[in-house]
């Protein structure tokens, strides 16, 4: 069983930087690939990043490519996502998502989900 409490979200202009935690209880966390997700109002939640376990491969949508990394501390149980020239379609709630071993960027094949944080950019 993994817990997820995501935080560093809130309200930033255009062109502006925010870098988001998730903190993940347990003592396995090393051993889970992380994503992040989002979901914008009106819209399907959308992948966003994820990183293997061992932090060696990353993955990102093109949306966000060159401007968003994702990295994680497995000794702090910790998966963050720093995200820099943002953009007001990039307003959301994000996600982040746990994965026992598979390397994955498919929402279905997360089990673990935090409760998300908002993210808004003002234009």
């Known amino acids: 069983q993994v817990q997820l409490v995501e935080s560093g979200g809130g309200l930033v202009p255009a062109g502006g930087s925010l870098r988001l935690s998730c903190a993940a209880s347990?003592?396995?966390?090393?051993?889970?690939?992380m994503g992040w997700f989002r979901q914008a109002p009106g819209k399907e939640r959308e992948f966003v990043a994820a990183?293997?376990?061992?932090?060696?491969?990353?993955r990102y949508a093109d949306s966000v490519k060159a401007r968003f990394t994702i990295s994680r501390d497995n000794a702090k149980n910790t998966v963050y996502l720093q995200m820099n020239s943002l953009k007001p379609e990039d307003t959301a709630v994000y996600f982040c998502?746990?994965?026992?071993?598979?390397?994955?960027?498919?929402?279905?094949?997360?089990?673990?989900w935090g409760q998300g944080t908002q993210v808004t950019v003002s234009s």
């Open positions: 998502a746990a994965r026992f071993r598979t390397w994955t960027t498919s929402e279905e094949m997360y089990r673990y």
């Open positions: 347990g003592r396995t966390f090393s051993t889970y690939t």
């Open positions: 990183i293997s376990w061992s932090g060696d491969s990353t």
